[in-house]
């Protein structure tokens, strides 16, 4: 497909932005990166990427070599060059939950200090005219703000627009989520901001949501909380299974096949974890609060998602009785598989929570023991699992990584002083476990 080639902007080089960049830029725009982060920019240059993100580093070594995606360090220089300009910076939250719009604000003053020196025309005698789009995720009525500190601060006789693309991509599947969405949203004011957005996601075969701009704001939080309240309603099931017996598998199984709930989400287990939800959920309640709305649903989401963490511990001292002296192994640190990300992992206070009952704890991860070691520097950090096993009374999964389903669970068996398990995913053969002699606990399906 032919591709009307656009100038387009990125500010931040973050998991977002740079996963923003380098699609476009594969897509046959020009892109121009901008973060003002020189250290991490010349890393990028070296093809050193900040964070894994699979086939990241290939896209975007191939589209700084073709020309088509080149990085800069100052908005100004970005904003000479771009018509189209994405903000793409940390949202993150404040003590109050809230959203930090801080950095949103600090890049809306840079882009209006940019935009006063900039010729005012086009060479055959047009204005110039700016689209500023918020990529990251923001609460509804940032955009309001950010219009009116251009307006405020900007240079008179520059035409702009200011419009909404959320993202929607998962970490560790954010290059297929960009090219092969489940929809595109975008708030725009202007038709000619829309045809814009038509011609830059040309190639992309999507549903596309044309709408104002604090409706696009509004479909992400309501989108990433909705995903959270999914989860948080299985788990709630799993304790229902738990009590009186029931396999929430099963349930879930019986469940996602009516079209209208789906299956996808519907996985119990240790419950949600990652940079977005949380944060995300959190700012959603404390928005509402501050226009009046009180959203006890969410408060529970986030109540519930709290719990279903500390629910292994309270396995772990069914299994084991005091935790207090006992070496306990746990087997995945990252919020998820397939990515090193520890952000408010469901470890983190299942680790701090054994330890705090005086248990010792061995651990293993394929990718994020690293990053795990800035939250708990004096915990034992293994090579491999059967090493973390080793003299353990109980060993838990926390992260359901491919390479523990192929586990020697006879070995294990033997090096552990105790055999005991907990999945706290529910994705470990119950028959593999039963066979190499353990006594095993699932959440929301001991029966297994
Ligand atoms: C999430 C959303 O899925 C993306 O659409 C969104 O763009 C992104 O946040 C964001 O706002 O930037 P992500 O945080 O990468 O993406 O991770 P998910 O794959 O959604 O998983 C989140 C957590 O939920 C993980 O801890 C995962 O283990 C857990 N989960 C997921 C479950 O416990 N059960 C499930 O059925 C699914």
């Known amino acids: 497909m032919h591709v009307m080639k656009k100038n387009i902007g990125i500010i931040g080089a ?7 960049a380098g699609c476009f830029a594969k897509m046959g725009h020009h892109v121009v990166c901008a973060d003002n982060d020189t250290k991490k920019i010349e890393k990028i240059k070296k093809s050193e990427m900040p964070f894994y993100e699979p086939g990241l580093q290939e896209m975007i070594e191939e589209t700084c070599k073709n020309g088509s995606l080149v990085f800069v360090t100052t908005i100004a220089e970005l904003a000479k060059k771009c018509d189209i300009i994405f903000i793409a910076v940390g949202t993150p939250s404040t003590e109050e939950g809230g959203a930090d719009l801080s950095y949103v ?3 809306t003053v840079e882009i209006a200090k940019a935009l006063t020196g900039i010729k005012k025309e086009t060479a055959d005698g047009e204005k110039i005219y700016k689209l500023i789009i918020e990529k990251s995720t923001v609460p509804v009525l940032t955009g309001e703000w950010v219009k009116r500190t ?3 601060m900007g240079p008179t ?3 702009f627009d200011v419009a909404a693309n959320p993202e929607f991509l998962r970490e560790g599947n954010a290059i ?10 975008i708030g725009v004011e202007s038709e000619r901001a829309r045809k814009i957005f038509e011609e830059i996601y040309a190639s992309i075969k999507a549903p596309v949501i044309f709408t104002d701009v604090k409706s696009a704001e509004l479909i992400k939080h309501a989108s990433n909380s909705f995903l959270a309240l999914k989860i948080s309603y299985i788990n709630a099931i799993s304790q229902i299974c738990e009590r009186v ?6 349930v879930a199984e019986g469940m996602g096949y009516d079209k209208r709930i789906g299956r996808d989400f519907l996985k119990a287990g240790i419950g949600w974890g990652g940079s977005c939800f949380l944060k995300d959920v959190s700012a959603f309640i404390k928005l509402s609060e501050d226009i009046g709305y009180k959203f006890n649903l969410l408060k529970d989401v986030r109540e519930i998602n709290r719990e279903q963490r500390l629910f292994v511990v309270k396995k772990a001292k069914d299994l084991l009785w005091n935790l207090k002296g006992k070496e306990i192994a746990v087997l995945g640190l990252s919020f998820k598989p397939d990515t090193d990300d520890v952000r408010d992992a469901p470890a983190i206070d299942i680790i701090a929570a054994l330890l705090k009952e005086g248990a010792s704890v061995k651990c293993y991860d394929p990718e994020a023991s690293e990053n795990m070691k800035s939250f708990f520097p004096d915990i034992v950090y293994c090579e491999n699992p059967y090493s973390a096993a080793e003299d353990a009374s109980l060993l838990i999964f926390l992260t359901e990584w491919d390479e523990f389903k192929t586990l020697d669970f006879g070995r294990l068996k033997k090096i552990m002083s105790m055999p005991h398990v907990i999945d706290g995913r529910n994705f470990i053969d119950a028959k593999k476990l039963k066979e190499a ?3 095993y606990r699932f959440i929301g399906r001991d029966k297994a």
Not at 176 to 185: A, G, H, T, Y
Not at 245 to 250: F, L, M
């Open 14 to 20: 973050g998991h977002v932005g740079l996963v923003t």
């Open 105 to 107: 604000e600090n890049v």
């Open 150 to 152: 251009l307006e405020l």
């Open 157 to 159: 006789g520059i035409e």
């Open 176 to 185: 297929k989520d960009f090219m092969e969405p489940d929809r595109i949203v």
């Open 245 to 250: 017996g029931g396999d929430i598998e099963k």
């Open 437 to 439: 002699g353990f006594i």
